[in-house]
Nanobody, 124 residues
Framework: QVQLVESGGGLVQVGGSLRLSCTAS????????VGWFRQAPGKEREFVAA????????VYGDSVKGRFAISRDLNRNILYLQMNSLKPEDTAVYFC?????????????????WGQGTQVTVSS
């Protein structure tokens, strides 16, 4: 089973940007849909973004639409999340995940592999 490792999190000021990366090992996720989720303290994990092969397939949660962008490098087996215009409410642990099939899904139950998460903190 593919193992995922997120990186790129950190502390950023309001309005700043970060780019998260998710690297796969022990296999490839090039034939599967991928997604990003996040969990803030005291809250349930929520959907952020997902895509299949094409960038045109990307979908986003309402709270990040227009500010975040998901992309993938199929050759290097890396998934990205570009986060712009960050807000304090974006503070959370961010997780990448691999879908059970080549599809776009907002549902966590469709994802079979998860990373350990990377902390993003937005200070005001």
């Amino acid at each position: 089973q593919v193992q995922l490792v997120e990186s790129g999190g950190g502390l950023v000021q309001v309005g700043g940007s970060l780019r998260l990366s998710c690297t796969a090992s022990g296999g490839t996720f090039s034939n599967y849909g991928v997604g990003w989720f996040r969990q803030a303290p005291g809250k349930e994990r929520e959907f952020v973004a997902a895509m299949s092969w094409s960038p045109d397939s990307a979908v986003y949660g309402d709270s990040v639409k227009g500010r975040f962008a998901i992309s993938r490098d199929l050759n290097r087996n890396i998934l990205y999340l570009q986060m712009n215009s960050l807000k304090p409410e974006d503070t959370a642990v961010y997780f990448c995940a691999v879908n059970r099939k080549l599809a776009v899904s907002r549902a966590q139950a469709q994802y079979i592999s998860w990373g350990q998460g990377t902390q993003v903190t937005v200070s005001s």
